[in-house]
């Protein structure tokens, strides 16, 4: 089964990032959480999330996906860490799947994965970071090549039930998807 790595910010949105970590733990695959320090994540509305290791330690360990929750100012502390700018070069070099939701798909931009690539995020993001070779677009989830993108909050389930079909498949989305009671299913 596929393994995801998910670094959490002090400032985190907290409703992406359980809920990325919540569907693929449904689907069967090993996610972990892991903390740019030893401290808990005070998320950006005040839940406290309790990361599974720090990312040092995370580090030790190959990932198949690397997945960044937005949210203000953890999309920021995610940047400005050095560790997971690197990760982020690593991920996409050897071919790897990298994915980020809200404000975090600027990390990805100013690393250069987005290059020529479509690619969404919260609004008016990836308008500031000063890139013109992104195509913006406004969908709840686009995936260009091993690059994986999407808006905020309200599209966190569909973003975490795409990277459950890229990862395990069509079959382990469905029957995720199916136990959730999502309107139309």
């Known amino acids: ?24 733990r ?13 401290s808990p994540v005070r998320a950006s509305r005040g839940v406290t999330l309790i990361p599974d290791t720090e990312l040092d330690q995370a580090l030790q360990r190959d990932y198949d996906m690397v997945v960044l929750p937005g949210g203000l100012p953890g999309a920021d502390h995610l940047g400005n860490d050095p560790r997971v700018r690197q990760l982020l070069r690593d991920m996409a070099n050897s071919g790897k799947f990298t994915a980020a939701i809200c404000a975090a798909p600027k990390v990805l931009a100013t690393e250069g994965l987005l290059t020529g690539k479509a690619a969404t995020s919260f609004p008016g ?28 909050p309200g599209t966190a389930m569909d973003f975490a039930l795409h990277l459950i079909q890229v990862l395990a498949g069509q079959d382990t989305r469905k029957e995720v998807e199916s136990k959730l009671q999502r309107p139309g299913q």
């Not at 596929?2 to 919540?22: R, S």
């Not at 069967?28 to 030893?38: F, P």
């Not at 406004?138 to 994986?148: L, M, P, R, S, Y």
């Open 1 to 24: 089964m596929a393994t995801v790595l998910v670094p959490l910010a002090q400032g985190c949105e907290e409703l992406e990032a359980v809920t990325i970590i919540d569907l693929l």
């Open 26 to 38: 449904r689907a069967g695959i090993t996610v972990v959480t892991a903390g740019l320090d030893a």
């Open 125 to 152: 993001v990836l308008d500031g970071v000063g890139l013109a070779d992104i195509n913006i677009r406004t969908d709840a989830v686009v995936q260009d090549g091993k690059v994986i993108t999407s808006r905020g």
